[in-house]
């Protein structure tokens, strides 16, 4: 079965960095896409970008040049970092796996980790 | 970016009775157009994908149909575990989107 898991510090100061890791189990991350999807307070959704099989990444421009997606095949890792983080990146941040075909959705997500962007 | 337009925001509801859930797509996307469930303290779960597909392990009172930009989840006979926040999301172009959910509580 396939298995997500997210960890990461909870609490992150303004200005610094967030960095997340998802921990796969039950399927390789050299296959599909793997992304990351935060809900804020609120319950507002968003896609937040991905890295795909191969290595290569795609970003929601709303996060501009403060996004990361990166992996680790051997440890059947990948990992978010977001930079320069507001309060306004205060969220739940979900890991998920998508498809291969096109119109894509997310069939595996992780537990969620709260993350919470304050002084 | 396409908007997803979810109404109602919430709905109160009765066990036993038949439900819809409406997404607006600001722009057609086409049947690529799927539907999640989250409860409470729980990670989302994809209900209908391709707008009418079911999943499997789903049960079969949730369905899905629409094309296009206007797309609708049913539940014929709602029960107390169906009490969550609904979303659509569009996978039809980058970057991916998602509805605002609908509510569902009870009346």
């Known amino acids: 079965e396939v298995q997500l898991q997210e960890s990461g510090p909870g609490l992150v100061k303004p200005s610094q960095s967030l960095s997340l890791t998802c921990s796969v189990t039950g399927y390789s991350i050299t296959s599909n896409y793997w992304g990351w999807i935060r809900k804020f307070p609120g319950n507002k959704m968003e896609w937040m970008g991905y890295i795909s099989y191969s290595g290569s990444t795609s970003y929601n421009p709303s996060l501009k040049s403060r996004i990361s997606i990166t992996r680790d095949t051997s440890k059947n890792q990948f990992f978010l970092q977001l930079n320069s983080v507001t309060t306004e990146d205060t969220a739940t941040y979900y890991c998920?796996?998508?498809?291969?075909?096109?119109?894509?959705?997310?069939?595996?997500w992780g537990q969620g980790v709260m993350v919470t962007v304050s002084s | 970016d396409v908007v997803l337009t979810q109404s109602p925001a919430t709905l109160s509801v009765t066990p036993g009775e038949r439900i819809s859930l409406s997404c607006r797509a600001s722009e057609s996307v086409d049947t690529y157009l799927h539907w999640y469930q989250q409860k409470p303290n729980e990670s989302p779960r994809l209900l209908i994908k391709?707008?009418?597909q079911s999943i499997s392990g789903i049960p079969s009172r949730f369905s899905g149909s629409g094309s296009g930009t206007d797309f609708t989840l049913s539940i014929n006979g709602v029960e107390l575990e169906d009490l969550s926040i609904y979303y659509c999301q569009q996978g039809n172009s980058l970057p991916y989107t998602f509805g605002a959910g609908t509510k569902l509580e009870l009346k």
């Open positions: 391709y707008a009418s």
């Open positions: 998920a796996r998508r498809g291969y075909n096109y119109g894509y959705y997310f069939d595996y």
